[in-house]
Structures are given as structure tokens and as C-alpha cells.
């Protein structure tokens, strides 16, 4: 029995270095989305301020970008700059379109306390609507959501806007906590989204 252990550990041993070597190596690879420098939102110009990947284990999920009115380079810094803002992202495997919803809203759940929460229920409700609507984002599909402060946020998919928008300022910043809050979605990916996420 000690030898077939020590057979079949032979065998995993090298399986697990392979995946391993290919996450580190997926961990430390450029976006393959070109994100345009300069985009317009509520009649403002915005710039690029950083993008990264969202990896699941070595698989790539989404190319993500933000776009700010002027570089931040904390999280706190975002969550405090004033002005319209927008985040892009691009499928880089299939997904589901209700699991989607549901991964953000837990991503907001997760940096934010319930009783403020609580008080956005209709956005978040939207948020979940949009996402359940489409049964899967294929690669290479699109979805946005473009924040116009005293307007609210706008959710798209593939450039086409999902209705009116949707709550206030601050359930922009809720959502933004999903990857800038105390709790991020990927540390790697805020990171690069704040650092410029230069390839």
C-alpha cells in the first residue's frame, strides 16, 4: 500500500507543480482587451486609470478597466473623487448571467455593512434584473456601468443601455467596493486597476 501511495504521489505531485506554474503565470500576464485611453460619460471626458484581470484559480473570468476624471492611485482616494466614473468589462469565458448578478451583489454584501445595504434595495434589485436578463455573457461580450453623480448608475451590456438609471451616489460606491473595499473581489486586480494596469 506504501508503495501505491507513493506512485500515485509521483503522479500528483507533478500535476499540481504544472498548475501551480500556470497560475503564476496567468497572475503576472498583461490584459489581452485594448481599453480605449479616453471615453465620454454624462458629457465628461474621462480617462483610463488602470485595468486588470479577474482570475478564478489560473482561469482568466473578465478584463476590467476604470475610468476616472483624474488618476487615483488609492482605494480610498476612488471612493472619495468626486465627478462621473465608469467600469468596463469584457468576458474572457462564458458566463452566466444570473450567477453575475449574484457574485456582485455578494461582493457588495461583503464590504458593507446591511443596514446601509438596506437602503438600496431597488438598485440592487435592478443590478441582479439586468444580469438575470441574459442568460450567459459569451467571450468577448461587453457590460458597463457608467456612474453620473445626482443622475445615478447606468447599466450596460454591449454598448446598449438596460433601462434608466439607477440609485444614488452613494450605491456607486458600493459597488466600487466590490473591488476597492476591505474585502476586494481580487486584491491583484485593484492593484492593477489603481496603478495604472500597464501590460
Known sequence: MAIELSLAGRRIVPA???????????????????????IEVGGTALALNGKGTR?????RVYDLALYTTRHV???DELLALPGPKKL???????LSGTDLGRL???????????LQLNRHVVATTRLIEVFSGKDKMLPGESFS???VPGK???FYIQGVPQGSPVGDDEFFNLVLRIWFGSSPADPQLR?????GGHD
Open 104 to 114: 456582485l451583489l455578494r461582493g457588495m454584501a461583503d464590504n458593507t455593512p446591511s
Open 88 to 94: 468596463h468589462f469584457v468576458a474572457l469565458r462564458e
Open 16 to 38: 499540481l507543480a504544472a498548475a501551480l506554474i500556470a497560475h503564476g503565470a496567468a497572475v503576472g500576464a498583461p490584459t489581452t482587451t485594448r481599453f480605449e485611453p479616453f
Open 152 to 154: 445615478g448608475t447606468t
Open 145 to 147: 456601468m457608467d456612474f
Open 55 to 59: 482570475y478564478r484559480l489560473a482561469f
Open 191 to 195: 492593484d492593477a486597476l489603481l496603478d
Open 73 to 75: 492611485a488609492t482605494a
